[in-house]
């Protein structure tokens, strides 16, 4: 939009576009969706072309993207998982958030996960919005499912989940949880379960809470508000209706997943009891020297994502999980930009990686200005690229071809009152458009 002459070329690892919108949204949020018309319009636009099914770091190299564009942005995000680090997280029985995500969302790496739902308390591990977006799909009544684009799959091991309560727990106290009043007061007003929240936990709150920032304040009144409803005041039908149920535990650190008497599967955790040092969001979690049990078939570790290096020629803070930047200028290295969680860690919600990525495109529009991209050797861009693909044999997906997977998605979910039944199988999608 803002230079007139532009090229902008969109390499892609997966056949199909939209990354995170795809992949990360929970499918009972479709308005977050929408974004995706925005996306396709930019597609069809005659300066930009998208190249899907390209693995850049594998298929091209960094170093030969430079050579064939006069910049290069980064914006590949965290594709892996902090680790608890605490023994037992390898059990069966115990997955990450981002793996679970993905497989209800049809990310084809996540497919074959196959979760065991059948114990009747999960944990999440966890208080952020995708904790909460776990918890929603794993508590959902199945016909407010079924007519999302979730996977077939997903939804048929979901209809014989014996998961009836869930728990959220996290280290710090009711006044740093990560996630938004949206999300918190969907989880409320979830139908069929019922919020359990412990009235001792917020205690005092509302004079902590006066001089906050106002969103941190509204989501605290809301959790003290629905920790002091009493349930006697519910009428008895609503209460027999809700027979699962969800709840927050707060200052409790995990220590060990605790297998069964055969060594193989989880059946809790042992939970460190902390006590907050500080205020607000740099209060610190510090072990009393107490620890509880909680039993649990299932544990979701929903403590945060990691980005990974995608390339040697490029710098990678491993300490920090991020290219090292300023403004998305990749430090020592010209003409190369970043954005995104690879650019400044992942936190924040999606308006934030919006307004970081017009950021980052200030900064290439200014470099451009100043005299800082060299212009003079005119680039071939694609051209040069496809020939450095041709020759490792692989073959790019266009915007077209992703189309074409569209519509077939799309045609498969009117067949079952869906939105769409996404394709899981990258082999399939390249069938489907004759790669």
């Known amino acids: 939009q803002h230079h007139g002459g532009a090229q902008v070329d969109i390499y892609e690892k997966l056949p199909v576009p939209f990354g995170l919108v795809r992949f990360g949204v929970a499918p009972d949020h479709p308005e977050v969706k929408n974004v995706i018309n925005t996306f396709t319009q930019t597609a069809h636009s005659g ?4 190249y899907g099914n390209v693995t850049v770091g594998r298929d091209v190299t960094v170093p030969e993207l430079r050579q064939a564009y006069h910049a290069v942005v980064l914006s590949y995000g965290a594709e892996d998982n902090r680790v608890l680090g605490i023994p037992g997280e390898n059990l069966s029985g115990v997955y990450s958030a981002r793996a679970f995500v993905g497989w209800y969302n049809g990310l084809p790496e996540n497919r074959d996960l196959k979760p065991d739902l059948s114990c009747e308390t999960a944990l999440i591990l966890g208080h952020g919005n995708v904790a909460l977006d776990i918890a929603r799909i794993l508590l959902s009544p199945l016909q407010l499912l079924r007519k999302t684009d979730i996977t077939d799959s997903s939804l048929a091991a ?22 938004t009043i949206k999300e918190l007061r969907e989880m409320i007003n979830l139908p069929g379960a019922r919020a359990v929240l412990d009235s001792a936990d917020f205690t005092g709150l509302e004079n902590a809470v006066k001089d906050a920032p106002r969103p941190r304040k509204r989501l605290t009144e809301l959790m003290i508000k629905t920790a002091l409803e009493k349930p006697r005041e519910k009428p008895v039908e609503a209460q027999a209706a809700a027979p699962r149920e969800w709840g927050l535990k707060f200052q409790r650190s995990p220590q ?18 902390t006590r907050l040092e500080g205020s607000g969001d740099s209060a610190r979690a ?14 979701l570790s929903s403590i945060g994502y990691r980005s990974l290096p995608l390339d040697p020629a490029v710098p990678f803070d491993t300490q920090r999980g991020i290219i090292p930047n300023s403004s998305g200028r990749v430090e020592g290295v010209p003409g190369l930009y970043c954005s995104g969680w690879v650019k400044r860690g992942p936190t924040g919600v999606i308006i934030t990686t919006m307004n970081d990525s017009f950021d980052t495109a200030q900064s290439v529009l200014e470099d451009l200005q100043g005299g800082v991209l060299d212009m003079s050797p005119s680039r071939e861009g694609f051209g040069a690229v496809e020939s450095i693909l041709r020759s490792r044999g692989v073959r790019p997906v266009s915007f077209s071809d992703w189309e074409k997977i569209d519509a077939a998605e799309v045609a ?16 399939e999608m390249l069938r489907l458009i004759g790669h």
Not at 161 to 177: H, I, M, Y
Not at 264 to 269: L, Q, W
Not at 286 to 299: A, H, R, Y
Not at 413 to 426: S, W
Request: with cysteine; proline share 8%.
């Open 47 to 50: 300066r930009c072309a998208y």
């Open 158 to 179: 979901l209809a014989c989940s014996k998961v009836k309560r869930v728990w959220l727990v996290g280290r710090r106290g009711p006044l740093q949880v990560a996630f």
């Open 256 to 273: 060990e997943v605790l297998p069964t008497p055969d060594g193989k599967r989880a059946r809790g955790v042992r939970m460190a009891l």
């Open 286 to 299: 510090i072990p009393t020297g107490e620890v509880e049990e909680l039993e649990c078939g299932l544990v």
């Open 412 to 427: 498969r979910g009117k067949a079952a009152g869906k939105p769409r039944e996404k394709i899981v199988d990258p082999a």
